[in-house]
């Protein structure tokens, strides 16, 4: 059972880090309809697939592998931890400024969203690739016991 949930947590990661990537591509170039649309979708599966990570991941922690009290022990899963909040608390902002364009898009449009707007939608989903970089470089030494502060 372990190893299902140890493989779900990392289709759901690599689906997760996929879905930015996309986001990070379509936020660079010209916002069309067709952009938008793409935009929204690979928003939804970021969203579902943090959810799925959440989830499981904590699943792991409290019910599997080495327990809560080894993970809660340890700096990088904290690090970890902190950094996918981080990543979840930026991402409140393009996913409503998405949303926001259904309006226009049901109208057959291209949403029409200021400059300021999207270079602060860059920005963000820049800072969130970042954060993504790091927990992943913290996943890596939380899985080598590199950190780890209890007894």
């Keep these: ?9 990392h289709l759901a990661a690599f689906a ?5 990537a996309v986001e990070f591509t ?10 938008a649309r793409a935009l929204l979708a690979a928003d939804a599966i970021l969203g579902i697939s943090a959810g799925v990570v959440l989830v499981v991941g904590l699943l792991r922690v409290f019910f599997f592998e080495k327990g809560a009290a080894y993970y809660f022990q ?5 690090a970890k931890l902190s950094l996918f909040v ?3 608390l930026l991402s409140i902002y393009p996913t409503v400024q ?4 259904r309006g ?14 999207l270079r602060r939608i860059r920005r963000i989903v820049h800072w969130e690739l970042a954060c993504l970089v790091v927990l992943i470089l913290c996943a890596a030494l ?9 007894g």
């Design 104 to 117: 226009a898009l049901r109208a057959g449009a291209a949403p029409s969203p200021d400059a300021a707007k």
């Design 74 to 78: 340890s700096a990088p899963f904290l």
């Design 86 to 88: 981080l990543i979840g």
């Design 142 to 150: 939380m899985a080598r016991g590199i950190g780890y502060f209890g």
């Design 16 to 20: 997760l880090v996929a879905a930015l």
């Design 98 to 101: 998405f949303l926001s364009w």
């Design 26 to 35: 379509l936020v660079r170039g010209e916002l069309t309809a067709r952009s």
């Design 1 to 9: 059972m372990s190893s299902a949930f140890a493989f779900l947590h």
